[in-house]
């Protein structure tokens, strides 16, 4: 599977809109050749430079035949195309955008699975 973002490349800084700084809403995401086998994708956003590996978003049960999530999910359990989302460790519902303490620098990975 091939997981982008339109708004910044492997590599790249998050954008300042997508973390604590700015507004913190998510990125919009979009996904390609997911297995003919998926039963449900799930999405973990995590910090790995935290000092315990920081979990900023935990999203699952998305459709197997999407292709992305758009700007800005909702901060809700349950989204509308059924998929539900899990606390980060912010302590809050979904999505949680780069915070590191002290502005140093951090890497952010966003993992897509697919389920069976």
């Not at 606390?87 to 952010?108: A, E, S, V």
Request: aromatic share 12%.
């Amino acid at each position: 599977m091939q997981i982008n973002s339109p708004v910044f490349k492997e590599g790249d800084k998050i954008p300042h809109l997508y973390t604590c700084e700015g507004q913190d809403i998510s990125p919009p995401l979009t996904w390609k050749e997911v297995p003919a086998s998926t039963q449900s994708l799930a999405l973990i956003c995590y910090d790995p430079d935290a000092p315990h590996s920081w979990t900023h978003w935990v999203i699952f049960n998305l459709p197997p035949n999407s292709q992305g999530l758009a700007e800005n999910v909702p901060q809700t359990k349950r989204l509308m195309n059924g998929a539900l989302q899990g606390l980060n460790d912010f302590h809050g519902m979904g999505y949680g955008g780069p915070c590191p303490p002290g502005g140093g620098t951090h890497r952010y990975y966003f993992i897509l699975y697919a389920l069976d």
